[in-house]
């Protein structure tokens, strides 16, 4: 798959959260996540606020109104390799 291809499927189609992680199901049905710790208005957030979520940027992030943080797949999975370095 080139760059270009991945890019286009990663667009956002859920969120969801466990104690330690945030997690977006894709359009194309994988998942992908990342630490609560690398995101600390998420991390403080209550599961309300966390629950508060719009796409934005047709499906590619997604916004939290309440504690203003916005988060791309492509940035969570950025992150990701970057950790791993």
Known sequence: ???ATLLRSLKV???WFDTEKVYFDLTDGR???SPL???P???KASDSQRQNWRLIAG???VHWEEIDEDLSAE???LYNLQSQS
Do not use: H
Request: glycine residues 20%; proline residues 0%.
């Open 1 to 3: 798959m080139d760059t």
């Open 13 to 15: 189609n859920s969120v």
């Open 31 to 33: 998942t992908i996540g």
């Open 37 to 39: 710790s690398w995101f």
């Open 41 to 43: 208005r998420l991390k």
């Open 59 to 61: 499906g590619y992030g």
């Open 75 to 77: 940035g969570m999975l």
